[in-house]
Antibody, heavy 119, light 108 residues
């Protein structure tokens, strides 16, 4: 069964770049069968889809974050990554990586990692 | 983007009772691409229902989904102790993917 594990700093300063990596086991990110997503949940708010990357490197982002987000993939390490630039306190959230089927269904999620934006 | 509104916010029920959760969309969801997830504290969301009414692998048949267009329902026929959790709906029919705000099913 596929497993996804997020990793990265739990604390980021305002105006800096948030960087997270998702390590996938039990599946290959280069299989071409799935899309690899980032989703977040600010405290007390609903889940928000950030975007996805395909094994070719093609991406699709939420328009609300598009100007600040880059999602990339490293097939040699079976990982994909998130970079969110110019963060503010509003970017404090539980960040999840997840797998999507070609139809867009999110079928497996990581456990999530809390990122706090604070000086 | 499609806005999903879940109701009620909290459902207080006893084990053995029936739970009915609602998810309403701001516009029709293409292909009934509506999913339901269960989330317990400290755990990843777990896929329960996809395509509005299909159970995911390993999901007990006490969970059922229905609906189309803009109105969808998740029903838990008889609540087991492990079913007390937060439930989210998600539409994946159009980009950006969006989620409801969640319904908490708590023990009465």
């Amino acid at each position: 069964q596929v497993q996804l594990q997020e990793s990265g700093p739990g604390l980021v300063k305002p105006s800096e770049t948030l960087s997270l990596t998702c390590t996938v086991s039990g599946d290959s990110v280069s299989s071409g069968l799935y899309y690899w997503n980032w989703i977040r949940q600010p405290p007390g708010k609903r889940l928000e889809w950030i975007g996805y990357v395909y094994y070719t490197g093609s991406t699709n982002y939420n328009p609300s974050l598009k100007s600040r987000v880059t999602i990339s993939i490293d097939t040699s390490r079976n990982q994909f990554s998130l970079k969110l630039r110019s963060v503010t306190a509003a970017d404090t959230a539980l960040y999840y990586c997840a797998r999507d089927t070609p139809g867009g269904l999110t079928d497996f999620w990581g456990q999530g990692t809390l990122v706090t934006v604070s000086s | 983007e499609i806005v999903l509104t879940q109701s009620p916010g909290t459902l207080s029920l006893s084990p053995g009772e029936r739970a009915t959760l609602s998810c309403r969309a701001s516009q029709s969801i293409a292909g009934s691409h509506l999913a339901w997830y269960q989330q317990k504290p400290g755990q990843a969301p777990r896929l329960l229902i996809y395509g509005a009414s299909s159970r995911a692998t390993g999901i007990p048949d006490r969970f059922s989904g229905s609906g189309s267009g803009t109105d969808f329902t998740l029903t838990i026929s008889r609540l087991e102790p492990e079913d007390f959790a937060v439930y989210y709906c998600q539409q994946y029919g159009s980009s950006p993917l969006t989620f409801g705000q969640g319904t908490k099913v708590e023990i009465k």
